[in-house]
């Protein structure tokens, strides 16, 4: 019940549009699902733009602009590496490939691959700690889809990490 109200309000809110001007609420979005000719996680997490800026400039010690950072795509790619992570029996980290990011308005959609075979499906467990470092009040949703069945997580500062299924 909590999942279906959280997300109900965060898609009002993304709903009314994202807007470039400071906004009052700090939330991504992320589409997990399960290639099974690949056998990988795909993975979309959108994010808006001024806020993912503010963070990578905030690591780096020096403003970074997405369109404009030469090294901005190993920036985002180890920034996921130690902020999002599926990991196996809650011990071994799953290595991730960063395939890219693309602007869509003022937001950024972030993508990720994850190698993970049938019968690890089970044993997975997702960490999203993406953007806690930067705002208190940051909420991930993230939407699941496997075998036709979706469910919807919600990854707050006390509570980053969930079993998968």
């Known amino acids: 019940m909590k999942f279906r109200l959280y997300t109900l309000i965060v898609l009002a809110l993304l709903g009314i549009g994202l807007r470039a001007e400071a906004h009052p609420y ?73 395939l890219g990011f693309e602007t869509e308005d003022d937001a950024q959609w972030l993508y990720l691959e994850i190698p993970v075979k049938p019968e690890q499906l089970k044993q997975l467990t997702l960490r999203n700690k993406v953007l806690f470092e930067t705002f208190e009040d940051q909420m991930n949703l993230m939407n699941v889809t496997m075998n036709g069945q979706k469910k919807t997580l919600l990854f707050k500062h006390n509570d980053f990490v969930h079993a998968l299924l």
């Open 26 to 98: 700090h939330v991504s979005i992320a589409e997990v699902s399960y290639n099974p000719k690949s056998q990988a996680l795909e993975i979309a997490i959108k994010v808006f733009t001024d806020d993912l800026e503010k963070t990578l400039s905030d690591a780096a010690k020096k403003p970074v602009t997405l369109q404009q950072s030469p090294d901005v795509k190993s920036q985002l790619a180890a920034y996921l590496k130690k902020t999002f992570q599926v990991e196996i029996n809650a011990k071994q980290v799953l290595p991730q490939k960063f």
